[in-house]
């Protein structure tokens, strides 16, 4: 759930914090829920982190307030 237009950025980490998986690059997503839908199929089951950062826009074009959140995720098969 966004609560402003923004671009939004969210990536896939394994437990060694390697990059594993980018579902959004920078993308411009309006305010409001947003559902991103992720195969897995290839991954082995194990712990996982994802890091969604979103980026606002201000009134002038420019960016206002930047957020991150990085939050654990458990695969299993």
């Not at 950062?53 to 098969?77: P, Y």
Request: proline share 1%.
């Amino acid at each position: 759930d966004i609560p402003e237009e923004a671009y939004v950025t969210l990536k896939i980490y394994n437990l060694l914090g390697q990059e594993v998986a980018t579902l959004i690059d920078n993308e411009l997503l309006s305010g409001g829920m947003q559902e991103v839908e992720f195969n897995a199929s290839s991954f082995a089951s194990g712990v996982y982190f994802y890091r969604l950062s979103a980026e606002g826009i201000g009134e002038e074009g420019e960016i206002s307030n930047t957020f991150h959140s990085v939050h654990k995720m458990i695969l299993m098969k």
